[in-house]
């Protein structure tokens, strides 16, 4: 069973012509945030065609729909992700219900074999690219400064922010995206991913599983405006080596402002204004986050939570 959306209806072409007709079925609705619904109607499929193995071609939507349905009941995975999510190399699944996101962790969802292919991504619009580049950057962030971080998930960590950090830089001086560009931030989305199975996330990704489950907003977008804002958060209660770590990832001595220049720089949107989120949504979306916080290393308080959003609809970093 193939999970692939019909923009990748070639890619399952050359999949049939080599297994034959008879041993491939492909489910082709993907949508993101894996509602219920959804997961309802590919696990129907499913009973009906009976598959040996799921195979995901796409991005993180589709990804974490074949892994909706491994969690529901086992079944072998194959991941091929066509863009940076690094959902691939996570245990993590999310199904999304009634304004609502549920998360959690379990082994079977975790894709037995994983392939990465540059030629697939090499068609991704540009600005696709750079967004979904910056939501590997978020893993790789809060991996940095989790609660339950150790030294090999840290360095790694570092080691993926300086490769994805290159790779937008090449994007931010080219018009199209280019085998080196592609290859830096795959190298960097697989050990965001692998760091993200590793470590707990914290106040970043609670606030992005929010305003995307409870108010609709497109994820990579959501991740790639809040990174500065949700560091800027937690920034004062950072020790010294790990803001180290960040200086030396970013190669700047204000990592909160370097993350935004970085996405701006490759055309990316850079506050919550601009990318649809509503001004007098920002009291209930802070209610929501604090309700079911994370561990964090910042106190989570809706004061604060409230304030970090502003600066983040408006684009200011303090």
């Excluded at 009941?73 to 699944?93: H, L, R, W």
């Excluded at 990579?220 to 560091?231: K, N």
């Excluded at 949504?281 to 309700?291: M, R």
């Excluded at 964090?296 to 970093?317: C, D, F, Q, S, W």
Aim: some cysteine.
């Amino acid at each position: 069973m193939v999970i692939a959306t019909k923009r990748l209806a070639g890619q399952v072409d050359h999949l049939t012509a080599a297994l034959g007709a008879r041993r491939v079925i492909q489910f082709s609705n993907v949508i993101q945030q894996v509602p219920d619904t959804l997961v309802k109607e590919a696990a129907a499929f499913r009973e009906e065609h009976h598959p040996d193995i799921l195979v995901a071609i796409g991005g993180g939507s589709a990804i974490g729909l074949a892994k909706a349905l491994a969690l529901a009941k086992y079944i072998p995975q194959i991941a091929i992700p066509t863009t940076f999510s690094g959902s691939e190399q996570t245990n993590i699944y999310g199904i999304s219900s009634e304004g609502a996101k549920r998360t959690g962790r379990d082994d079977k969802v975790l894709p037995g074999i994983v392939i990465y292919d540059p030629d697939l991504i090499q068609t991704m619009p540009k600005h696709l690219a750079v967004t979904s580049a910056m939501n590997a950057m978020a893993h790789l962030m809060e991996a940095i400064y989790s609660p339950s971080e150790n030294p090999v998930t840290r360095n790694n960590a570092i080691l993926g922010m300086d490769a994805i950090k290159g790779g937008i830089k090449e994007l931010s001086a080219t018009d199209g995206l280019t085998e080196s560009a592609i290859e830096k931030i795959l190298f960097g989305s697989f050990l965001a991913g692998k760091c993200l199975c590793e470590v707990e996330m914290s106040l970043h990704h609670k606030t992005a599983h929010v305003l995307g489950g409870s108010f609709g907003m497109e994820h990579s977008s959501v991740h790639t405006v809040l990174q500065p804002y949700v560091l800027a958060y937690q920034w004062p209660h950072l020790s010294s080596a790990i803001q180290s770590d960040f200086k030396l990832a970013l190669d700047s001595e204000h990592p909160p402002k370097a993350l935004k220049e970085l996405a701006e720089n490759a055309g990316a949107k850079t506050n919550l204004k601009s990318i649809g989120f509503k001004e007098e949504d920002i009291g209930k979306a802070a209610e929501i986050i604090e309700s079911k916080p994370y561990a964090n290393v910042a106190p989570i308080t809706k004061e604060g939570l409230v304030k970090m959003l502003t600066n983040a609809y408006h684009g200011k970093i303090d």
